[in-house]
C-alpha cells in the first residue's frame, strides 16, 4: 500500500460523494473486467448512473481529472478510488447473529472480492455453535471480545432481532469495533467515533411502494383527463 501523505489523510471528502464511491468502483471493476482501459466522464457516469457532472465534481476531491481526450484510467481511478474507501487494506469483519440473514451474510463472496474478510460468526444460541459456514465455525457471542482483539476488528455486522442489537452494539463498542453495519430494524446508540450504516431493505420497498403508488395514480388522472378530453372534443 502507497503511503499517505498528512494533506491526504486530512482532506475531507462529503459523506455523499463517499457514498458514491463504491459505486464508482463497481463501475471500474466492471470496465477492467471487460478489458477496458480508458473510459471518459460520460460512459462512466452512465455506468455508474449519475450525471457526468457530479462524477467529474467527486473525482476532483480525489484529485483525478482525467486526460482531456482520453479521460481516465480505468485501473488507476479504480486504485485511486479503492485506497481512498480504504478497500486496498484488508478489513477483517464479524457478523453477529448467523440465521438466516446472517447465513446469507457470510456466504456472500462480494465481501472477500472488496477486501472485507470475515474472521467471525458469532451467535448467542449453542445449538448453532457448532456448525461452518462459508468454511468458518459459528462460536458463541461471548468470544467477541477475544476475536475482535485477536484480529484487531473495526467493522461488526448486526444481524440479530431488533430486541437485541443495542446489546450487540454496546459489546462490539466495548469490544474495539469502531464501525457497525447494522441490518436489524433497531435505532441503535453509539458513543461519538463510531460509525453506524444501516440497511434496511424493507424501507427500500416501501419507497418503492411510494414510486409505484403515485405513477398509478399519475396514471389515472392521465386516463381521466384524456376521456374528459374525448368527451369534450
Ligand atoms: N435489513 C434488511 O434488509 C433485513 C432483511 C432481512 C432480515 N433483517 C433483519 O435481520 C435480523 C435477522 O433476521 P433473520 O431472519 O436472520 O433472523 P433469525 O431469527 O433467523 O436469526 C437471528 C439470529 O440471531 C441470534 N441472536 C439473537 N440474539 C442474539 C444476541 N444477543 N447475540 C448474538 N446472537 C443473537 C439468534 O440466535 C439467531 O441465530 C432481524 O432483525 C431481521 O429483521 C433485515
Redesign the pocket.
Known amino acids: 500500500m502507497t503511503a499517505r501523505s498528512s494533506s491526504e489523510t486530512a482532506r475531507v471528502i462529503p459523506e455523499a460523494t463517499v457514498a458514491r464511491l463504491p459505486v464508482y468502483l463497481r463501475a471500474l471493476t466492471a470496465l477492467a473486467d471487460d478489458h477496458i482501459r480508458t473510459c471518459s466522464s460520460e460512459d462512466l457516469a452512465t455506468a455508474a448512473g449519475v450525471n457526468s457532472a457530479k462524477l467529474r465534481k467527486d473525482l476532483s476531491y480525489l484529485g483525478s481529472y482525467g486526460t482531456r481526450g482520453v479521460g481516465y484510467d480505468v485501473d488507476y481511478l479504480r486504485y485511486q478510488i479503492a485506497r481512498e474507501i480504504g478497500v486496498t487494506q484488508d478489513w477483517p469483519v464479524v457478523i453477529?447473529?448467523?440465521?438466516?440473514?446472517?447465513h446469507a451474510l457470510a456466504n456472500y463472496s462480494g465481501f472477500r472480492s472488496r477486501g472485507f474478510r470475515v474472521v467471525a460468526l458469532?451467535?448467542?444460541?449453542p445449538e448453532?455453535h457448532e456448525e461452518i459456514v462459508a468454511g468458518v465455525q459459528v462460536r458463541p457471542?461471548d468470544d467477541l471480545e477475544a476475536i475482535a482483539r485477536e484480529h484487531a476488528v473495526a467493522i461488526g455486522v448486526i444481524?440479530?432481532?431488533?430486541g437485541?442489537a443495542q446489546?450487540?452494539a454496546d459489546r462490539m463498542v466495548a469490544a474495539g469495533v469502531t464501525s457497525i453495519l447494522n441490518?436489524?430494524?433497531a435505532v441503535i446508540s453509539v458513543p461519538d467515533g463510531v460509525d453506524v450504516r444501516k440497511?434496511?431493505?424493507?424501507i427500500e420497498l416501501q419507497i418503492l411502494a411510494y414510486h409505484e403508488q403515485r405513477k398509478a395514480h399519475e396514471h389515472a388522472r392521465d386516463e381521466i383527463a384524456a376521456a374528459a378530453a374525448g368527451g369534450e372534443s
Open positions: 453477529v447473529g448467523i440465521g438466516n440473514l446472517g458469532l451467535d448467542a444460541d448453532r457471542f444481524a440479530t432481532p431488533a437485541s446489546d450487540v441490518f436489524a430494524p440497511v434496511d431493505l424493507s
